[in-house]
Every structure is written in structure tokens, then in C-alpha cells.
């Protein structure tokens, strides 16, 4: 039996809403398969696709010799001629040992065929700091890849997207990467039955406010929302914008808010520098809505380091609720 | 009777016939620490001081020690996620290793990298590595600057038997092969990477068998027999040494952990774990010990104690250590000048 939300909802983990979006889209189509490391029996390294091996079996629930970059691109052939391959990265980090057949193939095989290719690949990575593995198993590298035409990338906040955004990507005749956090795995939330497609491209409103912006995406989405509650104790009302998608991304929903709040914040766990802040920036400072900003705009992202081990370092180097608290009430004040 | 005749007709395992007994039971003693080493950071972890993960070598002490009995300082390592055994077999501090564990500024990494990470420049262990397979190149470029700066070292290169089929594998030994580099490549096959079973995922059926595609010896051999290691790593550095080129050496051998802490063994029956069990290369090292009046019971318990009293004394230095500064998170990303 199902528990039920607040709301009379089912609710769902995070990580039994990939499956379950999984187990749909398999039913739904025998093209579908799944590949990766120690996906089957084991159930994958954080246990997403748990049982789905017991219901599909091996030939469609493929486990695949360590070799990400044979893996990721068996995936990307096996896509172009027909099949629709979801191969599930251990850690995101290991996504840089198939770099040549996500962006060099992947991404580029439409354009350079004149269209007459296409690579319905999806990609899942789990991602993201707060579990100790340290500077290898840490990393939060989805900006790397809003860099890359032809790629589309996606970063779920809830169970319902993590389903939904499966969902669509499966259904979208071109390579999608989504980028699950770690941490969010054990969270649960409403989830709704059947199939449904979370819009690829759109940020969503989590929470409306007046006084200032602030975008963010995946786990930083909860951290925002927390400080938010939090500020609104003072009387500072913050938007929380979730990004949900860092390419294509949604220009029209930030922007109206920047004309709304007239100031802006950007939160990501990935490095700050060179970050997905700095493409949000610029887009607001192209903008008409430039004009209709009252203080500087503001990043928060990862510290300039490899993510430590130490547990306090670890946690100094990302945004955390008080930091995203603290900042946005500067913001507020205008203490920029 | 010559001296090359009366070894050649000397029958004793070759570890006893060829080192001496203050180095055999360096070795059982360094065995123990390993193994004793590695349940002090299980039972750490279990109560909490220490986060992260931890892939532990227990089951394969063998196949770390015997391998590194001829190395020297100089002699270089490239380590894996499973390296504790290669760490302390090279010679390095349990103390400074369980202070990387707890994340304390004493440890190797200055508590930066943990368990996935611990190196110890100064006796040659460059680093286990989060990266399945990522060691293997670099095992090439430390050969390689021992050939061009004309020195004799070697470099020994541990991975396992998931890593050969990462094309970082190919591509360095096919490397090593053509610039005839002083490098070891020592594969652990301990049956899975993970739940895979090698068999499933490797299409040789011996791991060394794939020395043959780039022109190099290759030898499969009891992992969990300390002379068979040794003798097969033995000639594999003398023919590095000797500037022949690399060579491919494939340890048998098993864990008897889960692959991390959050392993279900849904990949393995409980029988063939306690069938690899009976196979204790540490008892069996220390029987043959025995067996070669090289020490005796008291002397191989005394031997043991010591490895509990080392692991004790390292944990409490480990605890008494200082955390490193949070607002130094950004320290040794880049030479201090
Ligand atoms: C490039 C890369 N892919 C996957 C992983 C996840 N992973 C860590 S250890 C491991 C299994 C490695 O197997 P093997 O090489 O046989 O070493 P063992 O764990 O058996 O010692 C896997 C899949 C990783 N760390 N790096
Ligand atoms: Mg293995």
C-alpha cells in the first residue's frame, strides 16, 4: 500500500518515482532498455533500479562491464537505429569517462547529419555533495553540459519531476541528461499515477514572493525554500524559483520575477565560477528586466575547491540553508 | 654442491627460501596490521566516526604484501578504492591513516580525500584512487620518469579485475609495452567488480591472458598464496629493472566484505563466501611460517598482538587530532607560493 500526502496524493521517494517512471515507459515500449553498472541484481549503486531486473529481465535490464565510455556510447548507437537506451552513470562523475560519446557524438550527430539522424538517448546521473565520497564522487558538473548544444539537461527537486521529467525525456527524440542528487533519493513527495510529462524547459514557481528572487535547482531548491521560510519570519518575502532545466532554459519565468522582486540570486551546488549563475546573470543583465533591478545581482555556488571529505569542510563548500539565509537578507537590505 | 644447485634443489616455498626471517614475519606482521587495520575502520565506522564509505581488502592481504616485498622508497604504487592493504604493505602509518579517515589535518590528505584517497609519497604509494581504472596511465608516467631519468626504480600498479575493461586498461599497458617501460601491472581478481562477476563482464577467461594483445608476459596465479605472488612479482620487477619492459601478473583471490557499506551480497551465495574464508591467506602465511621454523605459535601471537596494539595507538592518535579549519576549505587546490 501507498502512503498518502496531505493532499490525498500517493506519495513516492524520489528514487521509487525514477523506477516507477521507468517500469511505465518499459511496459509502454519494448524499445525501452535499461544499461549500467551493477543496475541488476545489485539494483544499481543507490538502488534505483532495485527490483526492475526481477520484472524485465536481463536482456532489458543490462548490466554492463565497467566501461563507461563503451557503455554511454553502445547506449548512443543503439539509439540511433531504433532502441531507447537509459544508461544510468554510477556517479555523475563518471559521465567525464564518456565525455567523447556525449558531446562529441551524442549531442552533435542531428546537427552534423543535416538532421537526418537523431539520438534519443537519456542519461541518469546521480550527483551532488553531503555523503563523504570526497573530490571523485561529489562533483555537481551538470553546468559542464548546458555548455553543449544538442544536449538537454535536466535537474529534478521532487519525486513528482524525477517521474515526470523521466517521463519526457523518453519521450524526446533527442539526448537528455538528468541530474538526481543524491541526497534527494529518500525523499518523499506526491507522486501521480500513470504517465505524465514534467514540460522540459520550464522553471516552476515553488514559492511566491515580492522581495527578491531566488532561482535555484535540484536539493538547493529545499535549502532555498527552508531559508525562505525562515526570512519570512523577518518580513522579507523571497520567490523561490526551481530551475528544473539548465538547458533549454526558462528565461520568460525568471525574468518576469526579476521585474516583479528587483533583485536576484542565484543558488547551485556546482563551483560558482563559470556556473550556471553566470549564464543566469548575464541573461537577467541582457535583459529589459536590467532595468528593473535594485541591487546587484548574486551567486552562490561551491567553493573553489574539489569537494573535501572532512564532514565540516564538506559542508562549508556548498550553499546550506544559513548560508542562502544569510545571503539573501543582505540582499534584501541591500548589503551587496 | 653449488650455491645455485642447492637452490635449485631447495623444494621450500619460494618467500622462505628466498627472504630472510626478520623479513618474512615483517611481512606476517604487516599481514595483521592489514587486516586489523581494516576491522578497526569497520567498527569505526559503525559507530559513527566516520562518514563516507569504505572498500574493504580483508581476504586479500596476500596478494597486497607479497607484492610489495621487494619494493623499496623508491619504488613507486599506484593504489585503488581497495587500497588500504597496498598502503601498509609500502610501509605507510596507521596512525596517519585512521586520521584520514576521521578527517583530521594529521592524516595523509589533511583530511581532504579519506579513505578513496590516502597516498604517502615518502615510501611511493601514490594514491589509491576514487576512479576505477584511473591509476593505470599514471602507473605509465611514473615508469616512464624512471626510464628517463635513468633510474632503476619500478612502479607496481595495483587495479582490479572490474578496471581491465576500461579503455584506460588498453591503453597504458599497450603504452608501457611500446616504450618498454619499468612498470608491474598487478590485477587483483578477486571474482566481482562489485556484483559483476569478471566472468560475465571479461571476455578472457583469464585476466593475463590479455597480456598477449600487448606483447607482454602475463601469469595467473593463487592470489591468496603468499609465495606464488612473490615469485610471480619477483621475476616481473627483475624484468622491469632490467629495462625488459612491463608485465601483467593476476592475483586470485576474494573479499570477504561487501564491495562497499552498502553492498546486499544479492551476487553471491554465503557458501562460496565462507568457502574463500577457509582460504585465509594470513593463516595460511603464518602456518607455513611455522611449518619453516621461521618463528612459533608464541612468536606468530606475539606478531598479532602487536598489529591489535598498532591499530589501538592509531585510533587514539587519530581521535586526539585536530579537524582541519573550515575556512581552509580552499587550501591545496593550487602550490602555496
Ligand atoms: C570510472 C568508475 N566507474 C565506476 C566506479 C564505481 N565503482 C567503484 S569500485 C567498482 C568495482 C571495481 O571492481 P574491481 O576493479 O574488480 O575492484 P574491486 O572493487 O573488486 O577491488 C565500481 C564499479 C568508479 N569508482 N569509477
Ligand atoms: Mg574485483
Redesign the pocket.
Known amino acids: 500500500m501507498n502512503a498518502m500526502s496531505d493532499a490525498g496524493l500517493r506519495v513516492l521517494s524520489y528514487s521509487e518515482a525514477i523506477r516507477e517512471a521507468m517500469a511505465i515507459a518499459m511496459e509502454a515500449d519494448p524499445t525501452v532498455i535499461l544499461m549500467g ?2 543496475i541488476g541484481v545489485y539494483g544499481g ?1 543507490f538502488q534505483v533500479t532495485l527490483d526492475l531486473v526481477d520484472r524485465f529481465g536481463k536482456d532489458r535490464v543490462m548490466d554492463t562491464p ?1 566501461s ?1 565510455l563503451g557503455g554511454a556510447g553502445v547506449a548512443v548507437g543503439a539509439a540511433l537505429t531504433g532502441l531507447k537506451p537509459i544508461y544510468e552513470f ?2 555523475s562523475d ?1 559521465a567525464m ?1 564518456a565525455m567523447e560519446q556525449i558531446v562529441n557524438q551524442a549531442a552533435k550527430l542531428r546537427y552534423m547529419l543535416g538532421g537526418e539522424a537523431s539520438v534519443p538517448v537519456v542519461f541518469r546521473l546521480p550527483s551532488g555533495s553531503g555523503t563523504g565520497a570526497a573530490a ?2 561529489s562533483q555537481s558538473i551538470e553546468a559542464w553540459f548546458g555548455h553543449v548544444p544538442g544536449l538537454k539537461v535536466l535537474q529534478p527537486a521532487t519525486p513528482e519531476d524525477a517521474k515526470g521529467m523521466l517521463l519526457a525525456a523518453l519521450a524526446d527524440p533527442d539526448p537528455v541528461m538528468i541530474f538526481e542528487h543524491k541526497l534527494l533519493y529518500k525523499m518523499k513527495g506526491p507522486v501521480p499515477e500513470g504517465s505524465y510529462h514534467t514540460p522540459i524547459g520550464k522553471a516552476l514557481v515553488r514559492r511566491a514572493g515580492t522581495d527578491v528572487t531566488i532561482v535555484a535547482g535540484s536539493i538547493m531548491v529545499h535549502r532555498a525554500l527552508e531559508a525562505a521560510e525562515k526570512l519570512a519570519a523577518e518580513g522579507i518575502n523571497a520567490e523561490v524559483i526551481d530551475l528544473r532545466s539548465i538547458r533549454p532554459i526558462d528565461h520568460e519565468t525568471i525574468l518576469a520575477s526579476v521585474r516583479k522582486t528587483g533583485r536576484l540570486m542565484v543558488v547551485y551546488e556546482g563551483v560558482k565560477a563559470f556556473g550556471v549563475g553566470a549564464e543566469i546573470s548575464a541573461m537577467v543583465a541582457e535583459s529589459d528586466a536590467f532595468d528593473y533591478l535594485d541591487a546587484p545581482i548574486l551567486r552562490l555556488g561551491a567553493a573553489d575547491a574539489p569537494v573535501p571529505y572532512n564532514p565540516d569542510l564538506e559542508r562549508a563548500a556548498v550553499p546550506q540553508v544559513d548560508t542562502i539565509e544569510a545571503a539573501a537578507r543582505r540582499l534584501a537590505r541591500r548589503e551587496v | 654442491m653449488t650455491a645455485a644447485e642447492a637452490i635449485s634443489a631447495d623444494n621450500r616455498p619460494f618467500a622462505i627460501r628466498t627472504y630472510a626471517p626478520a623479513q618474512l614475519r615483517e611481512a606476517l606482521r604487516r599481514m595483521y596490521l592489514i587486516r586489523r587495520f581494516e576491522e578497526g575502520a569497520e567498527d569505526s565506522y559503525m559507530r559513527g566516526l566516520i562518514h563516507g564509505t569504505m ?1 574493504l ?1 580483508i581476504g586479500q592481504e596476500a596478494s597486497a604484501m607479497a607484492t610489495c616485498m621487494e619494493l623499496t622508497d623508491a619504488d613507486k604504487i599506484t593504489s ?3 587500497g588500504h592493504g597496498h598502503c601498509i604493505a609500502k610501509g605507510a602509518d596507521v596512525g596517519r591513516m585512521f586520521a584520514e579517515f576521521f578527517g583530521k589535518e594529521t592524516g595523509y590528505c589533511h583530511g581532504r580525500g579519506g579513505s578513496m584517497h590516502i597516498a604517502d609519497v615518502r615510501t611511493g604509494n601514490l594514491g589509491a584512487n ?5 591509476g593505470l596511465p599514471i602507473a605509465v608516467g611514473a615508469a616512464l620518469t624512471a626510464k628517463r631519468l635513468g633510474r632503476d626504480d619500478v612502479t607496481v600498479c595495483f ?5 581491465n575493461n ?1 579503455g584506460a586498461f588498453h591503453e597504458a599497458l599497450n603504452m608501457a609495452a611500446v616504450w618498454k617501460l619499468p612498470v608491474v601491472f598487478v590485477c ?1 581478481n ?1 571474482r ?3 556484483s559483476t562477476p ?1 566472468a560475465y563482464a571479461t571476455a578472457v577467461r583469464n585476466i593475463a591472458d590479455r597480456a598477449v594483445a600487448y606483447a607482454m608476459p602475463g601469469v595467473t596465479v593463487d592470489g591468496n598464496d603468499f609465495s606464488a605472488v612473490a615469485e610471480a612479482v619477483h621475476i616481473a620487477v627483475a624484468r622491469a629493472r632490467a629495462g625488459e619492459g612491463p608485465s601483467l601478473v593476476e592475483n586470485l583471490t576474494y ?1 570477504w566484505r561487501g ?1 562497499s557499506k552498502s553492498d546486499r551480497n544479492r551476487y553471491r551465495t554465503k557458501e562460496e563466501i565462507e568457502e574463500w574464508m577457509a582460504r585465509d591467506p594470513i593463516a595460511r602465511f603464518r602456518a607455513e611460517l611455522i611449518a619453516h621454523g621461521i618463528l612459533d605459535e608464541a612468536g606468530a601471537d606475539a606478531i598479532a598482538a602487536d598489529a591489535v596494539a598498532t591499530v589501538e595507538a592509531g585510533i587514539a592518535f587519530a581521535k586526539d587530532s585536530p579537524s582541519p579549519a573550515v575556512t581552509d576549505v580552499t587550501r591545496y587546490v593550487y602550490a602555496e607560493s
Open positions: 553498472e551493477d549503486a565497467i563507461e554510477q556517479f563518471f569517462l571523485q564522487h | 572498500h581488502s585503488t578504492h581497495r576514487g576512479i576505477v581504472g584511473g587495479f582490479g579485475d572490474g578496471a576500461e587483483e578477486n566481482y567488480g562489485m569478471a573479499r564491495h
